[in-house]
């Protein structure tokens, strides 16, 4: 049986958890992420022939480099690259919990995004139009309640789809000003020599641009078994970008 990964990412306290347990029941475990102090619950579900492993990140409002939890829900889905990031939102503070979707559309196209809290959405009167969003956000919305098992169906559905290659996605990208246009374009053509469709080259292009040494060194160390290592220093000097 194929077994595929789903990352589960979001602000915390929007359900993650919650979904996770929903659907894996009670075969997770946890364990240590990369020697960091950070704890990966991991667990597994069935689905029309098929097993989903899923992992529940940490919950973060962004995925810098601002702490552990954000680098390595970071390094999870740009490095290890899941089958499909699963970004749970909350559905009653949406404003909220999209800077963090925009960042997340960025660095991957495999994002399946599900609206989760639907139930306390209702009772608020708050209602979303998932149709909307999804073309908005180019991937598949979905709207559920984990804690009440509803819309979990055609979310499996969904992540199948993905994951098979059955849905393409046009992720909304976030547009900058022309002369960072231009920059991160140079540097992505740089970045392309390098990593080619390994790693996401744009995403890592506005990474580097903003100084994230911490990112350089990461990645330093996944080249650095292919003798690439020090490749990313050069195209980061090359373009003045490691002086920062
Ligand atoms: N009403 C309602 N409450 C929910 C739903 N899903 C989760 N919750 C509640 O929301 C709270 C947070 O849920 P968690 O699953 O712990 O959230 P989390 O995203 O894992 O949080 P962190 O691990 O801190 O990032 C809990 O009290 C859940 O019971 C839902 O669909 N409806
Ligand atoms: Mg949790």
């Keep these: 049986m194929r077994t595929y990964t789903i990352a589960l990412a979001g602000n915390p306290n929007t359900g993650k958890s919650t979904l996770f347990n929903a659907l894996t029941g009670l075969k ?16 597994y579900y069935e689905y029309n022939n098929s097993r989903f492993r899923f992992i529940d990140l940490p919950g973060t409002y962004s995925l810098f480099s601002n702490s552990a939890d954000e680098e390595v829900a970071r390094d999870y889905i740009v490095f290890e690259k899941p089958d499909v990031t699963l970004l749970v939102l909350d559905s009653t503070a949406l404003e909220r919990s999209l800077n963090l979707a925009l960042q997340v559309l960025e660095m991957t196209d495999r994002v399946i995004v599900c609206l989760n809290l639907m139930d306390e959405a209702k009772k608020k009167g708050i209602k979303v139009d998932a149709g909307k969003l999804a073309q908005r ?46 920059e991160i374009a140079k540097l992505e053509t740089e970045l392309k020599l390098i990593v080619g469709d390994e790693y996401p080259a744009r995403w890592l292009a506005i990474r580097l641009l903003d100084g994230d040494r911490k990112l350089i060194d990461t990645l330093k160390q996944k080249l650095a078994a ?16 490691s002086n920062r």
């Design 137 to 182: 956000l180019g991937v598949p919305v979905i709207p559920i309640s984990a804690r009440n098992n509803e819309g979990l169906d055609t979310l499996s559905e969904q992540l199948l789809l993905m994951c098979t290659g059955s849905i393409r996605t046009t992720p909304y990208r976030m547009k900058y000003n022309e002369r960072l246009e231009e």
């Design 28 to 43: 997770q475990h946890t364990g240590n992420w990369s020697g960091k102090t950070v704890s990966l619950a991991s667990g």
């Design 226 to 241: 292919s003798d690439r290592g020090g490749m990313i220093y050069g195209a980061a000097k090359a373009l003045g970008s």
